[in-house]
T-cell receptor, first 109, second 118 residues
Framework: DAKTTQPPSMDCAEGRAANLPCNHSTISGNEYVYWYRQIHSQGPQYIIHGLKNNETNEMASLIITEDRKSSTLILPHATLRDTAVYYCIVRATGNMLTFGGGTRLMVKP | GAVVSQHPSRVICKSGTSVKIECRSLDFQATTMFWYRQFPKKSLMLMATSNEGSKATYEQGVEKDKFLINHASLTLSTLTVTSAHPEDSSFYIC??????????????FGPGTRLLVL
């Protein structure tokens, strides 16, 4: 599976949108982009995934560039409970998830 | 999303004893489950892939005789840490694939089990 690159940490003001970037320049045509987050001392929580179209659910929006080499996870109105490590993972069907370092998002009041 | 549970949530044991951790998929049947380990301030590392009705597949460097995995049913996988030592102290997390997503099966994670070996 393609490797991803994320900033190690980001801050966001409570109530503002949090935009978390991810680079995956070596992504293949059959690989999906997944986002998970891990709140301290808990198991990872699935957020969203997509192939090439932008996706939105009750938690977040996923914007994938046209060349699919990067994506952005958007939390529209960040709350203190969104403070977590966010993992961007590229995965082909049938493969397991491989976690990188992720982005530590700190939402501040 | 689908729910995966783990039991116990935390366990403290003496060095040399064995510890069993259970992972259950509560609202779906999972032919494939995964076991991860996470050390403090580190990312999750895959230990093994558990397949229902067959032997687990272990990642390089993970001792299969020390970390026994059993996937006896479509909703239950167990990880037994045998003869635990202090260096086995870690956060163990299981994950299961929900097949209802069609060809793109989403993995859901349990809440984790914190093991402390004294």
């Amino acid at each position: 599976d393609a490797k991803t690159t994320q900033p190690p940490s980001m801050d966001c003001a409570e109530g503002r949108a949090a935009n978390l970037p991810c680079n995956h320049s070596t992504i293949s045509g059959n690989e999906y982009v997944y986002w998970y987050r891990q709140i301290h001392s808990q198991g990872p929580q699935y957020i969203i995934h997509g192939l090439k179209n932008n996706e939105t659910n009750e938690m977040a929006s996923l914007i994938i560039t046209e060349d699919r080499k990067s994506s952005t996870l958007i939390l529209p109105h960040a709350t203190l409970r969104d403070t977590a490590v966010y993992y961007c993972i590229v995965r082909a069907t049938g493969n397991m998830l491989t976690f990188g370092g992720g982005t530590r998002l700190m939402v501040k009041p | 999303g689908a729910v995966v549970s783990q039991h116990p949530s935390r366990v403290i044991c003496k060095s040399g004893t064995s510890v069993k951790i259970e992972c259950r998929s509560l609202d779906f049947q999972a032919t494939t489950m995964f076991w991860y380990r996470q050390f403090p301030k580190k990312s999750l590392m895959l230990m093994a892939t558990s397949n229902e009705g067959s032997k687990a597949t272990y990642e390089q460097g993970v001792e299969k005789d020390k970390f026994l995995i059993n996937h006896a049913s479509l909703t239950l996988s167990t990880l037994t840490v045998t003869s635990a030592h202090p260096e086995d102290s870690s956060f163990y997390i299981c994950s299961a694939r929900d097949p209802s997503g069609g060809h793109q099966e989403t993995q859901y994670f349990g809440p984790g089990t914190r093991l402390l070996v004294l």
